[in-house]
């Protein structure tokens, strides 16, 4: 790698031996124009606008900057009346071809051209073949092509028919420097709209993702459908990308696992008055909390489904829970929510905005205060549980709004109020697969969230040892009682694991070897397979360690030779004596 | 050597367990030259006022069996128990009831009208059904009075040996015989001429881990010689039945069916058999489980078809 | 004076022994008919003690276990399925009335429900009547070995 001296307008610098001209002019700050250059594509000069004059000893000579290799000593000027007469005229050739092509109009006017000499073309492409080599070299589908010569040459597909080849990337249309090429929504080609909006096949999922880092749809990356492109591995400077990543399955062997699996949202369709899914101005709570995200679809901005800002908006409580037909329980987080809600719309549209209640729960620090804020701020606090919303207009003051009806209970009074926007307050509710983590775990959950071992005294540990929980799994909270319980789990784990000695279970069972007869009736009754054979001796053996106490082998064996220590044949049968007392007597 | 006196006496019995301690075949003269026999029904002439006319505790050896059915039954039971320095409850009916311990799951009233009225071969016009007392020319005629249900032979008198089996096998009525004449009996109220573990122990088929999918008939299937009968679908009583017998049911192509008793420490051979064998069903819906129990047409005598008198609840509720 | 059923419940200490429990802090009324003996699991039930409880003069036995699919100890109730879907056809060839006997699986968190299944099985079980079982027991009639039985 040999180093060379080189001189561009008078700067004195220094580079690798052969590297084109461009690359160095570049690196100095130094401006060239350039229309059929791209840095990952190999240099192709054929739109010569990046001619530059390069004297080298007594030589002078006019060369393509893009791929005319630097050799030592070089004097180079990227911007003397010569190159601006020789770009001007380039220019000029160009426009014959291509005369209303913006990007060359705004070109030749940098460069003083007013009326091109030879008129002005009528074709956009100004065959810089960009499109063929990053279609070739970079996403390697190889679609497009050079035909035909001299004023015939064109860029096409095969035979000019549509190419099956090509995967739609998007890639010529990226890189065509006139807008010669567009993209035509081929139905059968349109990806489905994504709920978070069109991305790259490399992206950040959203403002929010945490690991807040960028992940490859493999669906849509382009190296997967051809071996090609990889441009986001070329231009990383940390080499982070590797498309040869596959997800692996490890096995972790550990002693204590914490479960916060979260809750799922009630689905607000099964409260079908409401209207969510009929009518397009219903939302959910966590589908309001994305609109008004500055990062958001709208950018912040609160609109309705047509696009103008609301001029009333109605917030109803308690959807799905404290609910017969749905959950009995509160959500503990809504009301909350619906009162932030609350005071963002009041804050940024000056809406109207109507809150229907059936309790105000504010039960946290500063909670309570933000209510009444709210109450200064004029919004409106209907206590009742909303019955429907419709979009039936009784009179032309109700055209074209939704109607939410409802009982104020504290006038006692059915009330109309057409409001522009309703969203719902649905509630939390536990995981789809909650029941199936429970049973992975060997915890309980009933037909709900899981179960903390007590409510009060335990509320992150389960009955199961080194299981615990923490979080909405185990309920509906906050996010402060979610990290405190958070670090209350964290910290029982901790205490689990610093010991350095387990607790282990004393009232397991144990085989009599005097009188085992080798049934083997109990060896496929253990769930956690402590009951082994010992062939040598024809006995059955239970392993101490794994024995929880259950006790189901004992009361199966014939033989009456397992001994449930603490729950023994006869200290149950006292127990029946006993609790029998007052009819043996 | 004075020789030992010896009775054995039949309640309600086949006869089988006579036959068996025949069975020891030529050993039989050993045991005549080690023992006077001096009460034996089916074998000799003694009366019963003979035995009362005994001291109490001269005989040395009581060999006690068939159940307490009537008044004569438990009349002879305390009878013998006080002229008999040893009781032994022999064979299954006395050890724990026996096939006549199946009548407990009828009432007397039913038996008696099934017996004398209702089955096919009887002839009985008048509906006469026996009774204690009846009056005739000559005077009175009693006969024995039929109980309510079948008792062991220690819910009436204490005993002080068991020797279970319907019939004891020959080749364990001759070690009980040999520790008889040695003295060499273990404490009063064991189990003797048995094994203390269950016919698991002894059987030779190969066992493997227990899966029941299904119950199974033995006359419907040919039965694999070499494989445990849970293990094919066939019940068996052998894990909770004492061993000692040789396996002699399970080498005859059947499962066993408990003759012997249950083991030490279980108190109900039926509960224990029921739990033993349904522990390991291989279903875990509630309506297959009770699809597979369904195919035990009868539950009660397949899991307790001897012991009935002597576990838990003795006989049917009335 | 009405007759007061006696009835042994046997609780499975991870579900059913705790919906009990709860029953009882959450101050629910109901039948006081029920005496508990705790297991650690419904799988430790083996019929005999149920039979023990009738021949020793329970009026009615009941059962409880956690939910199939909830046992602490993964399996355990399951073989207490097993186990009692034969019994139930014992006690029957017993002569025992099906009533007196159940087998329920009740939560952790059900207190109500513990309180609405000891109701249900009282009241069933009053209506019966005393069980005669106790009569019938071997320790009643090895206790009564020198009386004679009835006759005719």
């Given at each position: 790698?040999?180093?060379?001296?080189?001189?561009?307008?008078?700067?004195?610098?220094?580079?690798?031996?052969?590297?084109?001209?461009?690359?160095?002019?570049?690196?100095?700050?130094?401006?060239?124009?350039?229309?059929?250059?791209?840095?990952?594509?190999?240099?192709?000069?054929?739109?010569?606008?990046?001619?530059?004059?390069?004297?080298?000893?007594?030589?002078?000579?006019?060369?393509?900057?893009?791929?005319?290799?630097?050799?030592?000593?070089?004097?180079?000027?990227?911007?003397?009346?010569?190159?601006?007469?020789?770009?001007?005229?380039?220019?000029?050739?160009?426009?014959?071809?291509?005369?209303?092509?913006?990007?060359?109009?705004?070109?030749?006017?940098?460069?003083?051209?007013?009326?091109?000499?030879?008129?002005?073309?009528?074709?956009?492409?100004?065959?810089?073949?960009?499109?063929?080599?990053?279609?070739?070299?970079?996403?390697?589908?190889?679609?497009?092509?050079?035909?035909?010569?001299?004023?015939?040459?064109?860029?096409?597909?095969?035979?000019?028919?549509?190419?099956?080849?090509?995967?739609?990337?998007?890639?010529?249309?990226?890189?065509?420097?006139?807008?010669?090429?567009?993209?035509?929504?081929?139905?059968?080609?349109?990806?489905?709209?994504?709920?978070?909006?069109?991305?790259?096949?490399?992206?950040?999922?959203?403002?929010?993702?945490?690991?807040?880092?960028?992940?490859?749809?493999?669906?849509?990356?382009?190296?997967?459908?051809?071996?090609?492109?990889?441009?986001?591995?070329?231009?990383?400077?940390?080499?982070?990308?590797?498309?040869?990543?596959?997800?692996?399955?490890?096995?972790?062997?550990?002693?204590?696992?914490?479960?916060?699996?979260?809750?799922?949202?009630?689905?607000?369709?099964?409260?079908?008055?409401?209207?969510?899914?009929?009518?397009?101005?219903?939302?959910?709570?966590?589908?309001?909390?994305?609109?008004?995200?500055?990062?958001?679809?709208?950018?912040?901005?609160?609109?309705?489904?047509?696009?103008?800002?609301?001029?009333?908006?109605?917030?109803?409580?308690?959807?799905?829970?404290?609910?017969?037909?749905?959950?009995?329980?509160?959500?503990?987080?809504?009301?909350?929510?619906?009162?932030?809600?609350?005071?963002?719309?009041?804050?940024?549209?000056?809406?109207?905005?109507?809150?229907?209640?059936?309790?105000?729960?504010?039960?946290?620090?500063?909670?309570?205060?933000?209510?009444?804020?709210?109450?200064?701020?004029?919004?409106?606090?209907?206590?009742?549980?909303?019955?429907?919303?419709?979009?039936?207009?009784?009179?032309?003051?109700?055209?074209?709004?939704?109607?939410?009806?409802?009982?104020?209970?504290?006038?006692?009074?059915?009330?109309?109020?057409?409001?522009?926007?309703?969203?719902?307050?649905?509630?939390?509710?536990?995981?789809?697969?909650?029941?199936?983590?429970?049973?992975?775990?060997?915890?309980?959950?009933?037909?709900?969230?899981?179960?903390?071992?007590?409510?009060?005294?335990?509320?992150?540990?389960?009955?199961?040892?080194?299981?615990?929980?923490?979080?909405?799994?185990?309920?509906?909270?906050?996010?402060?009682?979610?990290?405190?319980?958070?670090?209350?789990?964290?910290?029982?784990?901790?205490?689990?694991?610093?010991?350095?000695?387990?607790?282990?279970?004393?009232?397991?069972?144990?085989?009599?070897?005097?009188?085992?007869?080798?049934?083997?009736?109990?060896?496929?009754?253990?769930?956690?397979?402590?009951?082994?054979?010992?062939?040598?001796?024809?006995?059955?053996?239970?392993?101490?360690?794994?024995?929880?106490?259950?006790?189901?082998?004992?009361?199966?064996?014939?033989?009456?030779?397992?001994?449930?220590?603490?729950?023994?044949?006869?200290?149950?049968?006292?127990?029946?004596?006993?609790?029998?007392?007052?009819?043996?007597? | 050597?004075?020789?030992?006196?010896?009775?054995?006496?039949?309640?309600a019995?086949?006869?089988?367990?006579?036959?068996?301690?025949?069975?020891?075949?030529?050993?039989?003269?050993?045991?005549?030259?080690?023992?006077?026999?001096?009460?034996?029904?089916?074998?000799?002439?003694?009366?019963?006022?003979?035995?009362?006319?005994?001291?109490?505790?001269?005989?040395?050896?009581?060999?006690?069996?068939?159940?307490i059915r009537n008044s004569e039954n438990e009349?002879?039971?305390?009878?013998?128990?006080?002229?008999?320095?040893?009781?032994?409850?022999?064979?299954?009916?006395?050890?724990?009831?026996?096939?006549p311990?199946l009548a407990n799951l009828f009432s007397r009233e039913d038996i008696l009208k099934r017996v004398y009225l209702e089955t096919p071969s009887t002839v009985n016009p008048e509906k006469i059904t026996p009774d204690p007392r009846t009056a005739v020319p000559?005077g009175e005629i009693t006969i024995p009075v039929f109980h309510d249900a079948v008792?062991?032979?220690?819910?009436?008198?204490?005993?002080?040996?068991?020797?279970?089996?319907?019939?004891?096998?020959?080749?364990?009525?001759?070690?009980?015989?040999?520790?008889?004449?040695?003295?060499?009996?273990?404490?009063?109220?064991?189990?003797?001429?048995?094994?203390?573990?269950?016919?698991?122990?002894?059987?030779?088929?190969?066992?493997?881990?227990?899966?029941?999918?299904?119950?199974?008939?033995?006359?419907?299937?040919?039965?694999?010689?070499?494989?445990?009968?849970?293990?094919?679908?066939?019940?068996?009583?052998?894990?909770?039945?004492?061993?000692?017998?040789?396996?002699?049911?399970?080498?005859?192509?059947?499962?066993?069916?408990?003759?012997?008793?249950?083991?030490?420490?279980?108190?109900?051979?039926?509960?224990?058999?029921?739990?033993?064998?349904?522990?390991?069903?291989?279903?875990?819906?509630?309506?297959?489980?009770?699809?597979?129990?369904?195919?035990?047409?009868?539950?009660?005598?397949?899991?307790?078809?001897?012991?009935?008198?002597?576990?838990?609840?003795?006989r049917k509720?009335l | 004076?009405?007759?007061?059923?006696?009835?042994?419940?046997?609780?499975?200490?991870?579900?059913?022994?705790?919906?009990?429990?709860?029953?009882?802090?959450?101050?629910?009324?109901?039948?006081?008919?029920?005496?508990?003996?705790?297991?650690?699991?419904?799988?430790?039930?083996?019929?005999?003690?149920?039979?023990?409880?009738?021949?020793?003069?329970?009026?009615?036995?009941?059962?409880?276990?956690?939910?199939?699919?909830?046992?602490?100890?993964?399996?355990?109730?399951?073989?207490?399925?097993?186990?009692?879907?034969?019994?139930?056809?014992?006690?029957?060839?017993?002569?025992?009335?099906?009533?007196?006997?159940?087998?329920?699986?009740?939560?952790?968190?059900?207190?109500?429900?513990?309180?609405?299944?000891?109701?249900?099985?009282?009241?069933?079980?009053?209506?019966?009547?005393?069980?005669?079982?106790?009569?019938?027991?071997?320790?009643?009639?090895?206790?009564?070995?020198?009386?004679s039985h009835k006759t005719a």
């Amino acid at each position: 790698m040999k180093t060379i001296r080189v001189k561009i307008d008078g700067i004195e610098t220094e580079a690798e031996d052969r590297t084109p001209v461009l690359s160095i002019a570049q690196k100095l700050g130094i401006k060239i124009p350039t229309l059929c250059h791209h840095p990952l594509l190999e240099p192709y000069g054929v739109c010569r606008i990046c001619t530059v004059e390069v004297r080298s000893g007594r030589r002078v000579r006019m060369v393509t900057a893009c791929n005319y290799p630097a050799t030592d000593g070089i004097d180079v000027l990227t911007n003397s009346p010569r190159v601006r007469r020789d770009r001007k005229l380039i220019l000029e050739w160009i426009m014959a071809r291509c005369g209303h092509v913006k990007v060359i109009e705004d070109l030749a006017a940098e460069y003083g051209i007013t009326e091109p000499r030879f008129g002005r073309g009528d074709d956009d492409c100004i065959l810089c073949g960009l499109c063929v080599r990053v279609c070739s070299d970079i996403v390697g589908a190889n679609v497009l092509g050079f035909v035909d010569r001299g004023s015939k040459r064109e860029v096409s597909t095969a035979y000019g028919e549509t190419s099956e080849k090509c995967i739609a990337c998007g890639a010529c249309a990226y890189v065509c420097p006139t807008g010669a090429i567009q993209i035509e929504n081929d139905a059968a080609l349109v990806r489905q709209a994504l709920p978070l909006g069109p991305f790259t096949p490399i992206h950040i999922p959203f403002m929010q993702a945490v690991p807040h880092q960028p992940v490859i749809d493999r669906e849509s990356c382009i190296y997967f459908k051809t071996g090609g492109c990889k441009v986001c591995e070329k231009v990383c400077e940390v080499h982070a990308i590797d498309h040869s990543q596959q997800d692996t399955y490890e096995e972790v062997e550990v002693g204590a696992v914490v479960l916060s699996t979260g809750f799922r949202q009630f689905d607000a369709a099964k409260v079908p008055e409401y209207g969510y899914g009929v009518y397009s101005n219903v939302m959910t709570g966590l589908e309001f909390e994305r609109m008004n995200s500055a990062s958001g679809p709208t950018g912040g901005q609160i609109v309705t489904s047509e696009g103008i800002t609301p001029k009333s908006v109605g917030i109803i409580h308690c959807v799905g829970s404290r609910d017969e037909r749905n959950h009995k329980y509160c959500s503990r987080v809504c009301c909350m929510y619906a009162l932030k809600f609350a005071h963002l719309i009041k804050e940024k549209t000056g809406a109207d905005v109507y809150n229907f209640y059936i309790d105000m729960r504010c039960f946290g620090k500063g909670y309570e205060e933000f209510y009444h804020r709210l109450l200064e701020e004029e919004v409106r606090f209907i206590r009742g549980r909303a019955a429907s919303v419709t979009d039936f207009p009784f009179n032309e003051t109700e055209v074209g709004k939704l109607i939410v009806r409802v009982e104020d209970t504290l006038i006692g009074q059915v009330r109309r109020i057409p409001v522009d926007m309703v969203i719902l307050a649905n509630g939390l509710e536990p995981t789809e697969d909650a029941r199936d983590i429970a049973r992975t775990f060997n915890i309980s959950c009933g037909d709900s969230f899981f179960t903390e071992r007590h409510p009060k005294l335990a509320p992150v540990s389960t009955a199961t040892d080194g299981i615990f929980i923490a979080g909405a799994c185990q309920g509906p909270k906050d996010i402060p009682d979610t990290v405190a319980q958070a670090g209350a789990a964290a910290s029982a784990v901790q205490s689990l694991v610093s010991r350095g000695e387990i607790e282990v279970e004393s009232a397991t069972s144990i085989v009599d070897a005097e009188k085992c007869a080798g049934c083997r009736i109990c060896n496929t009754l253990c769930s956690l397979s402590a009951i082994t054979f010992d062939e040598e001796q024809k006995i059955s053996v239970i392993n101490d360690v794994l024995c929880k106490g259950c006790g189901t082998c004992a009361a199966a064996c014939p033989s009456a030779a397992i001994i449930a220590r603490h729950f023994t044949d006869e200290q149950l049968f006292s127990e029946i004596e006993g609790v029998l007392y007052d009819v043996r007597a | 050597m004075a020789k030992l006196k010896l009775a054995s006496y039949w309640a309600a019995a086949c006869g089988g367990c006579d036959v068996a301690i025949l069975d020891v075949h030529e050993k039989i003269l050993d045991i005549a030259a080690a023992a006077d026999i001096v009460f034996w029904p089916i074998a000799t002439d003694f009366k019963y006022s003979d035995v009362e006319a005994m001291p109490d505790a001269d005989i040395d050896v009581t060999l006690f069996h068939g159940a307490i059915r009537n008044s004569e039954n438990e009349h002879l039971a305390r009878l013998l128990r006080a002229k008999s320095k040893i009781l032994v409850a022999f064979g299954s009916c006395a050890h724990i009831g026996g096939i006549p311990g199946l009548a407990n799951l009828f009432s007397r009233e039913d038996i008696l009208k099934r017996v004398y009225l209702e089955t096919p071969s009887t002839v009985n016009p008048e509906k006469i059904t026996p009774d204690p007392r009846t009056a005739v020319p000559e005077g009175e005629i009693t006969i024995p009075v039929f109980h309510d249900a079948v008792r062991p032979l220690n819910q009436v008198v204490e005993v002080d040996y068991y020797v279970p089996g319907c019939p004891p096998t020959p080749a364990q009525i001759w070690n009980v015989v040999q520790a008889i004449v040695s003295g060499q009996l273990p404490e009063k109220g064991s189990v003797v001429g048995a094994s203390e573990k269950t016919q698991c122990d002894e059987c030779t088929r190969k066992k493997q881990e227990k899966k029941i999918s299904g119950f199974k008939r033995i006359a419907t299937v040919q039965p694999d010689p070499d494989t445990c009968f849970l293990e094919q679908g066939f019940l068996c009583m052998g894990p909770v039945t004492r061993g000692g017998c040789d396996t002699r049911c399970q080498l005859s192509g059947v499962g066993c069916r408990g003759c012997y008793g249950p083991p030490p420490g279980v108190l109900d051979q039926g509960a224990k058999a029921l739990s033993a064998i349904t522990s390991v069903i291989e279903s875990k819906e509630e309506a297959d489980v009770q699809r597979i129990v369904d195919q035990i047409p009868d539950v009660l005598r397949s899991f307790n078809r001897f012991a009935i008198p002597a576990s838990l609840i003795t006989r049917k509720v009335l | 004076m009405t007759f007061e059923p006696k009835i042994v419940g046997i609780l499975c200490n991870w579900c059913s022994y705790t919906g009990a429990d709860l029953a009882g802090t959450s101050r629910i009324k109901y039948a006081p008919n029920v005496r508990v003996v705790r297991v650690m699991c419904s799988g430790r039930v083996d019929p005999t003690f149920v039979l023990k409880a009738f021949a020793d003069g329970a009026d009615g036995v009941l059962v409880a276990g956690c939910h199939p699919g909830d046992c602490h100890y993964i399996e355990g109730n399951y073989k207490t399925i097993r186990r009692i879907a034969l019994l139930k056809k014992m006690l029957a060839d017993y002569g025992i009335e099906p009533q007196r006997f159940r087998l329920e699986w009740v939560s952790a968190g059900e207190g109500d429900r513990w309180a609405q299944v000891v109701n249900s099985i009282t009241e069933d079980v009053r209506k019966l009547g005393p069980a005669k079982i106790r009569e019938f027991s071997a320790s009643t009639l090895r206790a009564a070995g020198a009386r004679s039985h009835k006759t005719a």
